[in-house]
């Protein structure tokens, strides 16, 4: 099992990368960083270059990737536009592929919510027609997965539990094309956790943190402590990046690492 921390929420600065971050996420003991690909996207050439010479002398892999899509790009409604979409994954995807990303977090919800009048059937027609025309192809041409997450209710209009994870990767059935649980979004939603029984057959990242994005570094919530349970019963054993802040003191990061990894032996 591999364990990241996504920048995110654990930084102010989410328009640029926060170099002293990295310093502490490699510091902590983590396995990878999973940067917002959007940010990635907007970075100018030489930062993106200087981005990679520090990653290589951190010696700090980049497993994946969160935040897929810009809230200006639409992948739902009338006014999405596959050229642009194109575009914008051919850049990005291209330098998710430099930076070694394996699996991007498809979540962005200003992206793909839906407008007002639409229906929920034609909103899930269009983001699956979007990723087979758009995603599927550029997955295939840099090698890389696309992961979709499921988003509390309180933020989205589409895709919300697990299960609507489930169907729409059964949809798109594609390899290319599988799914996340971002722990954090299922307890607003209230979901059940035995719900990752029906989804684990697809299930190839975790995101995991407390509610208000806390991180666990002094045990773990009930709910987390039965997902994590049914998770390590199944024998899962992929990526777990925690989205979350940056914890109370310095050490924060390297508890939370250290416990999980407790939680999983």
Known sequence: MRFGM???IATATRDRVEYALLERIKEAGFDYVEFPLMMIDTLSDEDFEYLLSELKRLDLACDCSCNYFPGRIKVTGLTRDKKEIDAYLDHAMGRAKRMGVKKIVFGSNNSRN????????QGYDEL????HESVV????????????????K???NILITVKDGWYVVNRVHRPEVVLLADLMHMMYNEENAEDLREIYPLLHHVHVCEMDRLIPEDGFS?????????LKELGYDETISFESKGGKGPDSMKKALAQIKEFFK
């Not at 192809?137 to 509390?152: A, D, S």
């Open 128 to 131: 699956c027609q979007t990723i």
């Open 154 to 156: 309180q933020s989205g």
């Open 6 to 8: 996504c920048t995110d």
């Open 222 to 230: 009930p709910f987390l402590t039965k997902a994590l349970g049914i």
């Open 137 to 152: 192809p550029y997955c295939q041409k840099y090698g890389i997965h696309v992961v979709m997450e499921p988003i509390r």
């Open 114 to 121: 839906l407008p007002e009048g639409e229906s929920l059937e």
